[in-house]
C-alpha cells in the first residue's frame, strides 16, 4: 500500500517494473511458475487510530513473491519451509512488524488541551512519538483441507527494537461461485508487554503537558475480515476487501491512540502477470 | 482463419482498454460471413481439493446468412450438434471441465473453425499452500 504521490511509489513500481521484466524473462509466467507478480489499482483507505494522524491511502498495491522448494520471498516477507506434509507446511520467517506503519503519518499541533482532557495553561505540541521498525522471526504452520485454511505463527524481535513477541491465528474459509470467491476470515493476534508498550507506550522522555506517560501491557488483538474477487479472465479481477482490527485494551487506553478500530477498504482491479 | 469472440456485457472505461489489448481474451469482431458465437459462463474456478469444476454451458450463435453449421468442442470428438439452413441456433452443454478448451462453429462437413470461444479453467487453489499465505505487506488489504 503506498500513497499515490508518493516518491516511494514511483521508484517502487519502476523497480517492481524492471524487476517482473528481469523476473519474467528468466521464469515465463505459467501455472507452476515460482514467480507470482501481480499488481491491483484502485481506491482503498486504512484508518490510522493514532493522534494527530492522517488515514493512510491505498491506490497501489504490487504482489511480488516467488517460491522455491524450501526458501520463498512474499512481499517482503523472507521464509524457509523445512516440513511440507499433507498435514501441514511450516517455515522460518523473517518479516517486518507492522505496527510502525501507523507512525509515518502523524503531524504536530499545539493544543491547550492536554489529551486527557486537562486544560493546559499554556498551548503544548503534541505530536505522536518516533518509532522504529522491528525484524522479527518465528515459525508459521499453513494447515487447510475442506473446511478452509488455518495458519498459526509466532514471532519474536531480534532487531532489539522492542524486545517482544507476538502470535498471530487465522482462520479463513472461501466460498465460490463459477465466477467469484467470497472468503471471511478472522484473526487473532496476541502482542507481548514489551511489544505491545513499544508502539502504544508513552516512556517518560517523551511525556508533556499534553502528552502523559503510559505503560502498556500485553493484549489480544482481533481481526474481521472479508475479501471477494470477481473474475473476468485467469488474469483479471476485480476485487473488494474490508477489514476491522479491534485493539487490544491495552493499546486502546493509549493517550497516543485516537480510534480503537482500524478499518482498511479496497476496491480495484487486480491484474497477475 | 478462426476468430475469438466473446460477449462482455461488463461496463467501464479501465476495462475496455484492457479488452482493447487482449487481456480478457476479446479478438477482432467477425466478418460478416462469420457467425457470432456466446458462450456462458467462459470460464469455470475449481473447488478446493478438486481439480475440475462441472458445470453446463449455454451456447448460442447468429449469422448474416442461413446455411449448414456444426458446433464442435475440444471435450468431443463428435459434432455437439449440427443445424441445416440455419442462421441461429442454441444448445446446452454439461462438461466436467479439467483443461483449457474452445468451442466453436464449422460449416457442415468443412474442419475450419469460423469462430470460437475459449473456456478457461481456474485454480485458485494452489498445492503449495505458502502461496496462500495472508500476512504479505505489512499494509496489505488484498
Redesign the interface.
Known amino acids: 500500500?503506498l500513497h499515490p504521490k508518493s516518491p516511494a511509489l514511483t521508484v517502487g513500481l519502476v523497480g517492481a517494473w524492471l524487476f517482473a521484466g528481469c523476473a519474467l524473462a528468466q521464469a515465463p509466467a505459467k501455472?507452476d511458475s515460482p514467480w507470482?507478480l501481480g499488481v491491483?489499482?484502485g481506491y482503498?483507505e486504512?484508518s490510522n487510530p493514532l493522534i494527530q494522524s492522517r488515514d493512510?491511502p491505498?491506490a497501489v498495491?504490487l504482489?511480488i513473491?516467488w517460491?522455491g522448494k524450501r526458501f520463498?520471498f512474499?512481499?517482503?516477507?523472507l521464509?524457509l519451509?523445512f516440513m511440507n506434509r499433507p498435514a501441514g507446511?511450516a517455515?522460518f520467517v523473517v518479516?517486518?512488524?507492522?505496527d510502525?506503519?501507523f507512525f509515518s503519518r502523524t503531524s504536530t499541533r499545539f493544543v491547550s488541551v492536554s489529551v486527557t482532557g486537562a486544560p493546559l495553561a499554556t498551548p503544548a505540541p503534541l505530536k505522536p512519538p518516533k518509532r522504529r521498525y522491528a525484524i522479527e522471526t518465528g515459525v508459521?504452520y499453513?494447515?487447510?483441507?475442506?473446511w478452509g485454511?488455518m495458519?498459526l505463527?509466532g514471532f519474536q524481535d531480534v532487531s532489539s527494537v522492542h524486545n517482544g513477541f507476538g502470535a498471530?491465528l487465522?482462520y479463513?474459509y472461501?466460498i465460490?461461485?463459477?465466477?467469484w470467491?467470497l472468503e471471511p476470515?478472522i484473526l487473532l493476534r496476541y502482542k507481548s508487554g514489551e511489544l505491545n508498550d513499544y508502539y502504544w507506550g508513552v516512556r517518560a522522555g517523551e511525556a508533556s503537558a499534553a502528552l502523559p506517560a503510559y505503560d502498556a501491557g500485553d493484549g489480544l488483538n482481533w481481526q474481521l475480515g472479508v475479501?471477494s474477487s470477481y473474475?473476468?479472465?485467469?488474469?483479471?479481477r476485480f476485487?473488494a476487501?474490508f477489514?476491522h482490527e479491534r485493539l487490544n485494551a491495552d493499546a486502546a487506553h493509549s493517550p497516543l491512540v485516537e480510534q480503537r478500530a482500524v478499518r482498511?477498504?479496497?476496491g480495484g482491479?487486480?491484474?497477475s502477470f | 482463419m478462426s476468430r475469438l469472440v466473446k460477449r462482455f456485457t461488463v461496463p467501464g472505461v479501465a476495462l475496455l482498454a484492457l479488452a482493447s489489448t487482449g487481456h480478457l481474451g476479446l479478438a477482432a469482431t467477425p466478418g460478416v460471413d462469420a457467425p457470432r458465437l456466446r458462450v456462458r459462463p467462459v470460464m469455470c474456478i475449481a473447488g478446493r481439493d478438486s481439480a475440475s469444476c462441472a458445470t453446463v454451458f449455454e451456447i448460442d450463435w447468429k449469422s448474416s446468412a442461413p446455411g449448414d453449421y456444426c458446433l464442435g468442442s475440444d471435450e468431443r470428438r463428435e459434432p455437439l450438434r449440427c443445424w441445416t439452413q440455419a442462421s441461429t441456433g442454441a444448445h446446452s452443454d454439461r462438461v466436467t471441465v479439467t483443461r483449457d478448451f474452445y468451442y466453436w462453429i464449422t460449416t457442415s462437413g468443412e474442419a475450419r473453425r469460423l469462430s470460437a470461444v475459449k473456456v478457461e479453467l481456474l485454480r485458485l487453489h494452489p498445492e503449495d499452500r505458502r502461496r496462500e499465505r495472508r500476512s504479505r505487506h505489512v499494509w496489505d488489504v488484498l
Open positions: 500500500m501455472p507470482r491491483a489499482l482503498g486504512r493512510i491505498v498495491d504482489d513473491a517460491f520463498f512474499d512481499n517482503g516477507d521464509g519451509t507446511t517455515s518479516r517486518a512488524n507492522s510502525r506503519v508459521e499453513l494447515v487447510d483441507g475442506r485454511r495458519s505463527a498471530d487465522e479463513g472461501a465460490q461461485g463459477r465466477r470467491t476470515s475479501r473474475y473476468f479472465s485467469r488474469r483479471l476485487v476487501t477489514n482498511a477498504y479496497f482491479f487486480a491484474y
